[in-house]
């Protein structure tokens, strides 16, 4: 593999650092922060190319074939474009214990004045305290997520939690009751009421009596 070789792989792979940031597509693989550090690596890569793909930085020792791998890469983003992991990976992973959502204190719901919005992981952590802390019990509460389904004909709205990237996605889910299933992967608002006393158990997933189950498009950022 020549200089010029060696240079046009690298610019490739800035490439789709660069691409990946710019179009919102990396949020498919990692969380938000990470934009400007993928941007800023893509150019350094882009600049640092420039000299050997134009032929300017002379020879290079021969390299391993395997180098051509890199190219791998370039040819998923851009010929493929794999999507977000969705139900597929929810159906075949645990749900796991909920953590207490980081971004807000415990908040009782005010029952009365229409649907309650509530995250996924805001409901999952309030229907497993053991004195219903948030006062699910009763109200009209509204969540998304996407679909899932299980092998005895259930489904379930679902989120994938990511920390770091996508390799380490948790699920978090919620049984839905008294609605036929949507397609699965189909992103819904659900509006219904907690089925109170479920979800206790970390084992079992909480589950809501639908009311109204309605369409909705994915969301730019698909991960909790």
């Avoid at 509204?142 to 389904?149: K, P």
């Avoid at 709205?157 to 609605?179: N, P, Q, S």
Wanted: some cysteine; aromatic content about 8%; glycine content about 10%.
């Amino acid at each position: 593999m020549s200089a010029k070789t060696q240079g046009v792989v690298v610019a490739l792979l800035a490439a789709v650092l660069v691409r990946l940031a710019l179009t919102g597509e990396y949020l498919r693989f990692v969380l938000p922060w990470m934009r400007w550090p993928l941007l800023i690596t893509g150019l350094v890569l882009l600049v640092m190319a420039i000299r050997p793909a134009l032929g300017l930085g002379g020879s290079a020792e021969r390299v391993p074939w395997a180098t051509w791998l890199l190219l791998l890469p370039v040819l998923i983003v851009f010929a493929v474009a794999p999507p977000p992991l969705g139900a597929y990976l929810a159906e075949r992973r645990s749900a796991q214990p909920p953590p207490r959502p980081a971004s807000q204190s415990v908040v009782r719901v005010h029952h009365g004045g229409g649907p309650v919005d509530l995250g996924l992981d805001e409901f999952t952590w309030g229907a497993a305290q053991p004195d219903d802390v948030m006062g699910l019990t009763g109200a009209t509460l509204r969540v998304e997520g996407f679909v899932s389904t299980d092998h005895q004909g259930g489904w379930y709205l679902t989120r994938l939690v990511i920390f770091c990237c996508a390799a380490d996605a948790v699920v978090e889910r919620i049984k839905i009751l008294g609605h036929p299933a949507p397609p699965r992967d189909q992103w819904v608002r659900v509006t219904g009421v907690w089925v109170a006393g479920t979800g206790a158990d970390p084992a079992t997933p909480p589950e809501m009596t639908a009311t109204q189950v309605v369409d909705l498009p994915p969301p730019k950022n698909p991960y909790g």
